[in-house]
């Protein structure tokens, strides 16, 4: 109906209608994170936090179309998603603000989400992306991204400066970079 508020706007006065908004986004959101970390509890997390945040902040959302409305939404999920990179772990704040608990999800669950996000076809095109790296490059970001590791430590590992650790993990991100982005951004109203 035309010129009826957003649920997202709606939930503002009445929070009960936040739950639509959360029905009609949640799936797409949850692909959104499990194609981009390839990890289905990372992706739980994260979703939980976004719509934490998202439900927190909902007297501030100014829109008045379900478009605008999940635009707010993915602003939400690509800082989130940014500070889980930068962080290496999720943020929950919100959710804990909020008294909320993240979903317990069975192995039919995992497999469930796995299979939407396509998980199945994209770790093996992932791991022959990173095949494609000089070996140098392949092992300071195994290392970096998959392991974890501080740049400190990576050097020890490898008997190299830091310097070279972080050169060789920043040409190693920027060659996969591009041919990580088209394998992992399908489906979602982002990019």
Do not use: K
Request: proline share 4%.
């Amino acid at each position: 109906m035309a010129g009826e508020p957003t649920a997202l706007r709606r939930s503002a006065r009445d929070p009960s209608a936040f739950g639509d908004f959360y029905r009609a986004e949640s799936e797409a959101l949850l692909v959104f994170f499990a194609r981009r970390t390839l990890d289905t509890q990372i992706a739980l997390d994260l979703t939980a936090e976004t719509f934490a945040q998202a439900f927190a902040g909902r007297a501030r959302f100014r829109g008045r179309t379900d478009e605008e409305a999940r635009g707010y939404l993915y602003a939400i999920a690509h800082r989130m998603l940014a500070r889980y990179w930068r962080r290496g772990r999720v943020e929950r704040r919100a959710v804990e603000r909020l008294g909320l608990r993240v979903p317990h999800v069975t192995e039919d669950d995992h497999a469930a989400i796995d299979e939407r996000a396509g998980l199945d076809r994209l770790r093996p095109a992932i791991r022959e992306q990173l095949r494609r790296l000089s070996h140098e490059q392949q092992e300071a970001v195994v290392l970096r991204v998959v392991e974890e590791l501080p740049y400190e430590e990576i050097a020890l590992r490898l008997r190299i400066p830091e310097d070279a650790v972080r050169a060789r993990v920043s040409r190693g991100l920027r060659a996969l970079g591009p041919r990580l982005r088209a394998l992992t951004v399908e489906g979602g109203p982002d990019d």
